[in-house]
């Protein structure tokens, strides 16, 4: 009884909408009559789906995709749906370029069991030469170790006896300038500068006549008799 009357209403305030448009008809308002009154007033359209042969796009239309236009996808029909599709499958088979490119990327990917070997073969033999060669090296250099290490001494220790004789030399020059001018110098002062300027030059002069001088002396020295 109460059902009967639920669809007597709901029929009548359809046939009173009906006329009205969908931008006038319900206004949404947040009750449960009214999503009530709009879910029995919905009438959809039926969907036009051909569920009875598969789905075999038009090539030559311009709404079909692209990607529905590929040989891929012809033969992904023709595996699903076989000769219904109506798809030759001489057409589905590589081309000779594609077929090169295949073969060559299993050659390169999927090589046979004989070259697999040879390359490993290939591949520990250079293992084993890098390792033979770095182990002759850190051999080799072993063994020059004890001459290294003394080599580096004995740099070291020529390196500290330059600096000790260069302070000394420092030392000796500042304690010259300060008897010369009577007071302590600044070492980067330009008067101290001319001043060492002069002493190695002196220096020179007198390394070049005690040469000289030994020179002369070898060359006015008797030749010794032989016996």
């Known amino acids: 009884m109460a059902a009967s009357i639920l669809v007597q209403r709901t029929a009548a305030l359809c046939g009173t909408f009906k006329g009205i448009s969908v931008s006038k008809a319900v206004r949404p308002v947040n009750s449960h009559y009214g999503f009530m009154l ?19 796009p038009d090539k030559d239309s311009i709404k079909t995709p692209e990607w529905q236009k590929t040989a891929r996808y012809d033969r992904k029909l023709f ?6 599709s109506h798809i030759d499958p001489a057409s589905l088979w590589p081309s000779h370029e594609e ?5 060559a990327e299993e050659k390169q990917w999927h090589p046979p069991l004989e070259v697999m070997l040879k390359n490993i073969e290939a ?60 007071y302590s110098m600044d070492p980067r002062s330009p008067k101290f500068l001319e001043m060492v300027a002069e002493i190695e030059k002196e220096e020179k002069k007198k390394k070049k006549l005690l040469k000289r001088r030994v020179k002369e002396e070898q060359v006015a020295a008797p030749p010794v008799a032989q016996s």
């Open 38 to 56: 709009q879910t029995a007033c919905y009438n959809p359209r039926p969907l036009r789906l051909n569920l009875r042969g598969p789905y075999i």
């Open 79 to 84: 595996g699903r749906f076989g000769s219904a």
């Open 99 to 103: 077929l090169e490119k295949i073969i």
């Open 123 to 182: 591949k520990e033999k250079e293992e084993t030469e890098k390792r033979l060669a770095k182990e002759k090296l850190i051999a080799a250099n072993m063994a020059k170790m004890p001459k290294m290490i003394e080599d580096w001494r004995r740099e070291k220790r020529e390196t500290k006896r330059k600096l000790k004789e260069e302070k000394a030399q420092k030392a000796k020059l500042l304690a010259e300038a300060r008897e010369r001018f009577g």
